[in-house]
């Protein structure tokens, strides 16, 4: 661990289970799954119908007419979540934060709304796209209008790498505020892909299943398609305290790589590497992870890599450290899965409760690990990793410590 300690001292979430990090952490603790019926638009023939959406999240009138046209719904996501963050850090979201604020967004694809709406235009209905498709659809319209709602002025950013994107672009909030770059970042992850498109698209990789995600189960088939956001106020811990900020967390440790091998399998020894880095920057060592908040996709190829590269990074201790996925309750976010997963982590670190692992009749024997039952687990925690492995072989771990 090296230069500034940094703390969290705001979250907020957009998810299949509501508005707000509170209903998220409720629905993971509880075991209450947020799939349901895949609603999107247009005519849809696919034969994945079933999708973890955010419902009943109208742009317009959570923005406002000044910012809405501007928003496809994976900027629109994160301007809400991080409103939320912005206010439980007990900061005037009127007032402007300046150039030691940096604002950094982690998203899979951006504006795909944006994007399916106007392929349809053009192909199928004859029309012209709506004029704002450019500046709604491209990463970076998420992180921009960020900065531009906090008046942030220092580093603005996207971070597009896949299912690792929310994470690295938290890590990368961190490391900048550690190196005296900034004293404030702004960072998380969002995605908005349950359109007809996308859903046609991951049913023709053969990774969506029809009826259940079963992380690490023996009969797994399956992820399912997931939407929403989280972000976080990330602060140097001495700026933090000298305002009176009550820290929810340390964020203590942050690892990532690439396994330059293939563009979809994963390999468990970069991911291993991974972890590892994450232990040395957050100088722990493997036995002070109680809890780990696992990738678990519930594809085949996913939980075996990710179980192997655990018992690689912690050995017998693999025998005692819980580990769980909470993608049975609020889908695979894809670009967001890594600030999702975060907030679970942070909320379950707080209340020292492991959440439950759903939909898992019999657990695979490949996967040897201490997988959390069907329902939560209380028990001391001193240290929480949460894994982010994305297509591409491109790895995140961020481990987060209580603040003292």
Known sequence: MTGRRVVVTGMGSVSAAGIGAEPLWRAARDGKSCVGPLAVRE???????????????DVAERLGPAVAPFADLFAAYALV?????VAQAGLDRDARQGARCAT????????????????YAVYFANKRPEALTVPKLIPSAGPALL?????????CFAVASACSSGAQAIGLGMQMIRAGMVDRAIVGGSEACATNGAMRAWETLRVLTPDLCRPFAKNRNGMVLGEGAAMFVLEAEESARARGA????YLSGYGTNSDALDPVRPDAASASACMNMALEDAGLRPEDIDYVNAHGTATVANDGNEAEALNRSFGSHCDDMLVSSTKPVHGHTLGAAGAIELAIAIRALREQVAPPSLNVELQDPGCRIKLVGPEAVARPMRAVLSNSFAFGGINASLIITPAV
């Not at 979540?81 to 963050?85: N, R, T, V």
């Not at 950094?104 to 392929?119: F, R």
């Not at 900065?147 to 580093?155: C, I, K, L, V």
């Not at 009550?246 to 967390?249: E, K, R, S």
């Open 43 to 57: 005519p849809y023939g696919g034969r994945i119908k079933i999708s973890a959406q955010v419902r009943d999240f």
């Open 246 to 249: 009550q820290p929810l967390c």
């Open 81 to 85: 979540a991080a409103d939320e963050a």
């Open 104 to 119: 950094l967004l982690g998203t899979g694809i951006g504006g795909m709304h944006t994007i399916d709406d106007g392929i």
């Open 147 to 155: 900065s531009m709602r906090f008046g942030a002025t220092g580093p």
